[in-house]
């Protein structure tokens, strides 16, 4: 009897754990899906014509995807099986990113449920994933019923810097009565200018200065929130504040631009259902109220905010107050000229708060605080106050030898924030409406007779709210620091568009520094979606009648109707870039046409293919010929870069074309590229592949190179003067905004890595480290922004947080650290880590790639290479062993062999390539 027992005991257990490892052995579900770019259930979705990704899991029965089925409908209930709105039914393809939705096209505020599953390499299905969602936004003009309100601040603004109008902030509310239960709710929402909105005395978001910058004349974006908690039955209150912002404030230039600095406005449209299937709207209108006489007296993007609170109005946001004494607001029509859309890209947040700050200097009646890092955004101060006194807040990138703020490169920018305070005691200030970039900060104003405290102010870091998508670290401390400067030079940068500088009077968005750093940019945050849609406003912003021209800066608040070459030419390469780091081709279909007008701004401003338009070249070079201003475009010539980046473009207009199956383009602006290299070779570079120019420069060999602009023999030769030019420089760069991200570019495909090695750990001007060496915590605009021995560069264009130089990240990821993209999206990787031990005994990059996370992770110990390597799932990788001696190498502890998963492409005495397919790997050599 006993023993009976034991045996079923026995096989019962047997049983169980069959159970168990059939459940693990399931091809599990896909996961992270998101809409677009990137969009994971996003409410107030801008594209009616989706694409769809999802990733597979890591799991050892899953490898790769051989099929797939998406299913969408309008409700949960009907997914999986009975898809209303459509079934991809299942296709055959290892496509799991950036798949079209192809059912008919999507309406203003519709819901829609989605699911997706694939099938593996043996051809066995997955569960369906999670049922994800999305919601459109008010796609239309028409959607709209309200109109834009707000009160004339233009007929009694202030004269500010520079005798620029100043509107007064503006209180706008509006009661309603819901007489209902609420089921939901949705504000749409927008202005000219920028506004914070509450319902029944709540903040609706945390958004930060939306809904952000776009060519305003052309299109506003709109945001969509849900508001269905925030309702009651019976009265409610939707309580605005309205500011200048971008639309109508000094950053403008108040040219005949929106509307001549029109008075901001609001655009608001709430739309309610009740739970027994009735609607109510309640639109801005003529019945609006307004005041000015609130507390934020004025606001402005580069000069700062001023708040009184003597004249706060209590309750103001709650249907407890009374605004009889409030004028009326006055209306204006929507027009169809500018399109109103749902915002595309993620708002500007507080991604962080920097609570460290250190008090430097105090006086009695002065604190200086530093925040240790160069930071984009506003203080939170709370400090203690005598009432009827004003607190001022000013800010500074760097201090002077003294110890008194540096403020000259804010040029006009007055960047101070005032409070006035009504009552004795601490008060607690945030700036709503401005942001600053700063790391000193110093107060006056305060009660004198409490003596200061570090924690009087911390820092709100604001950017484009983009999560994290890579990392990067290594042995070295100069090195980390860099990567530091660089990641916080981005967030101190993409404020709702890439912008040159955070600081001074300019904080504009200019399209050569954003061309140069969006990969870099794409390598740290997940900015796929932030750069399409400043795409959309370079679209909107390139010039009919000049037959292509894409201004210096997008929104075009210059207007100088002129272009530059290495600028324009953003609209052809950061589509192209995008597509190869995310493997998206809409944004090729987007920017095709653009791309190819653009060419067509050079063609015809042409003599025989050498364009005569205008150019900012290798823009801040080191060691220039000419002093001051004349020297800030350095010595690389005009025509020179006009017909480098006239090439260059043509021939990624073919590559782009290529893609796109388009053939006929492809051949034509391929030989147009060829014509356009012969020209420049004849008329550049002599036989001996020395550029014809009494100055040499690194940059006009980087270029002829890196674009691929010359016969082969010419090449060599080139490549042998480049080299000489880096000697005659006892290793340093020479190269300015253009030539600086192609150097470590060219030098690797030279196979001149170590050279390279050598110029990034240069200590000495101009290097990256020299900045470090000063204290830099972020990236500068010049290689010698400021120095310990001599100061700040005397010109008052000095901004100590401007990316452009941080460019050389993209090569910290792909051949430091050796994470790398070798197909669009990283289909295929390469994994080729270079190590140099004479600087590094170790680097390591991580990066979420379309199929989910890779790594390279190397260390050298003891005379052993050890690499660790992470591939995701649906890709393959090149794993490059930078070391020979293939009996040696080992991995995941076994002396190596082929296997399914690990294939030798090619092996010598330099290096063992492997193919690897998805999964986890530990190689070792002993390279001795
Ligand atoms: C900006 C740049 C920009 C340059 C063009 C400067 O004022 O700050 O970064 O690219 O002008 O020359």
Redesign the pocket.
């Known amino acids: 009897m006993k023993h009976k027992f034991l045996v079923l005991k026995f096989a019962f257990s047997i049983f169980f754990i069959g159970m168990l490892s059939c459940t693990q052995d399931a091809v599990v579900k896909p996961n992270q899906l998101t809409i677009s770019e990137g969009f994971e259930n996003p409410m107030g979705f801008y594209n009616s014509k989706p694409t769809f990704s999802w990733k597979l899991p890591t799991s050892k029965h899953v490898k790769f995807q051989s099929a797939y089925q998406i299913v969408v409908a309008s409700s949960e209930d009907l997914l999986p099986n009975n898809p209303d709105i459509w079934d991809s039914k299942k296709q055959e393809s290892s496509q799991s990113t950036f798949v079209n939705y192809q059912g008919s096209e999507l309406q203003s505020r519709q819901k829609v449920y989605w699911q997706v599953k694939y099938w593996n390499q043996d051809n066995e299905p997955s569960e369906w994933s999670e049922i994800n969602h999305f919601e459109l936004g008010l796609l239309k003009n028409s959607d709209w019923k309200a109109h834009w309100v707000g009160l004339d601040t233009a007929k009694d603004s202030i004269k500010g810097v520079r005798n620029f109008l100043m509107h007064r902030p503006q209180y706008l509310r509006k009661e309603f009565e819901l007489n209902n239960q609420v089921e939901s709710a949705r504000l749409y929402i927008t202005a000219k200018g920028v506004f914070d909105v509450h319902l029944n005395g709540q903040g609706v978001s945390d958004d930060v200065l939306p809904p952000g910058w776009t060519p305003y004349s052309h299109r506003i974006e709109t945001l969509t929130y849900n508001v269905t908690n925030l309702l009651e039955s019976g009265q409610n209150t939707l309580a605005v504040e309205l500011a200048s912002g971008w639309h109508s404030g000094r950053i403008s230039r108040g040219k005949a631009l929106y509307e001549n600095f029109a008075s901001p406005k609001i655009l608001c449209q709430l739309e309610v259902t009740f739970k027994d299937g009735t609607k109510s709207t309640i639109v801005s209108d003529a019945s609006w109220k307004g005041t000015t006489n609130g507390p934020i007296r004025l606001a402005g993007l580069y000069d700062g905010e001023v708040y009184d609170a003597n004249l706060e109005m209590p309750k103001w946001k709650t249907n407890a107050f009374d605004d009889s004494s409030w004028k009326s607001v006055e209306t204006e029509n929507i027009v169809d000229s500018v399109k109103l859309e749902p915002k595309r890209h993620e708002t500007v947040k507080t991604t962080a708060v920097l609570e460290d700050a250190e008090i430097v200097s105090a006086t009695e009646s002065s604190v200086v605080f530093d925040m240790k890092q160069n930071m984009v955004g506003v203080p939170k101060v709370q400090v203690p106050m005598k009432k009827g006194d004003t607190l001022s807040i000013r800010f500074s990138e760097m201090l002077l030898s003294d110890g008194t703020f540096y403020t000259e490169n804010y040029r006009s920018a007055k960047s101070t924030d005032y409070y006035i305070a009504a009552q004795d005691g601490i008060i607690e200030y945030t700036p709503k409406f401005t942001f600053h970039g700063f790391q000193f900060v110093e107060i006056s104003g305060f009660d004198a007779s409490v003596s200061p405290n570090s924690n009087w102010i911390k820092g709100l870091v604001q950017h484009s709210d983009f999560e994290k998508n890579g990392t990067f670290t290594s042995s070295h401390k100069k090195l980390n620091q860099l990567q530091s400067n660089i990641t916080w030079g981005l967030r101190g940068n993409l404020l709702d568009i890439p912008t040159?500088?955070p600081q001074r009077d300019?904080r504009l968005g200019?399209t050569?520094?954003a061309q140069v750093i969006s990969p870099t940019a794409m390598f740290n945050y997940d900015t796929h979606a932030f750069w399409t849609a400043w795409l959309q406003s370079m679209r909107e912003t390139q010039t009919e009648h000049d037959d292509g021209l894409i201004p210096?800066i997008v929104p075009d608040v210059l207007q100088r109707n002129k272009a530059s070459s290495g600028?324009g030419d953003a609209c052809v390469i950061i589509p192209w870039d995008i597509y190869n780091i995310t493997g998206d081709k809409t944004v090729l279909e987007a920017n095709f046409e653009m791309a190819k007008k653009w060419v067509g701004y050079y063609q015809t401003n042409t003599k025989d293919y050498i364009p005569n338009t205008h150019s900012?070249a290798d823009?801040l070079q080191p060691y220039p010929e000419k002093d001051g201003k004349i020297g800030n475009r350095g010595d690389t010539p005009r025509l020179f870069v006009n017909t480098a980046y006239f090439a260059h473009s043509a021939h990624l207009v073919s590559k782009i074309a290529g893609v796109l199956g388009k053939t006929d383009d492809q051949k034509k602006y391929n030989a147009l590229y060829k014509a356009i290299a012969a020209a420049f070779e004849e008329k550049f570079f002599d036989e001996n592949g020395k550029f014809k120019n009494k100055k040499q420069t690194q940059t006009s060999y980087l270029l002829a190179i890196y674009f691929d602009l010359l016969k082969p023999e010419t090449k060599v030769n080139a490549q042998k003067h480049l080299l000489e030019e880096i000697k005659k420089a006892d290793n340093h760069l020479g190269t300015g905004?253009l030539g600086t991200p192609i150097l470590p570019k060219v030098l690797d495909d030279m196979g001149e890595i170590d050279l390279m090695y050598k110029i990034l750990f240069k200590e000495t001007y101009p290097s990256w480290f020299y900045s470090i060496n000063q204290g830099a915590t972020t990236m500068w605009?010049r290689w010698n922004s400021y120095s310990k021995a001599k100061g700040y560069n005397p010109q008052s264009?000095n901004?100590l947080n401007?990316y452009?130089y941080g460019a050389v990240g993209q090569w910290m990821y792909e051949r430091i650290a050796g994470l790398a993209a070798l197909e669009p999206g990283y289909k295929k990787l390469r994994i080729a880590p270079k190590p140099n031990t004479d600087f590094l005994t170790a680097a390591s990059a991580s990066v979420n790639t379309p199929y989910g996370e890779a790594s390279s992770s190397w260390k050298i110990e003891n005379g052993i290479f050890y690499l660790e390597t992470v591939i995701p799932p649906n890709t393959t990788a090149e794993v490059v062993i930078p070391y020979g001696k293939i009996d040696n190498l080992s991995v995941n502890g076994r002396l190596f062999e082929e296997s399914a998963n690990l294939k030798i492409e090619n092996s010598d005495a330099e290096l063992v390539k492997i193919i690897a397919n998805p999964g986890t790997y530990k190689f070792q050599i002993n390279y001795n």
């Open positions: 040159d500088c300019e200019w050569g520094d210096f600028w900012f823009w905004f605009e264009m901004s401007h452009a």
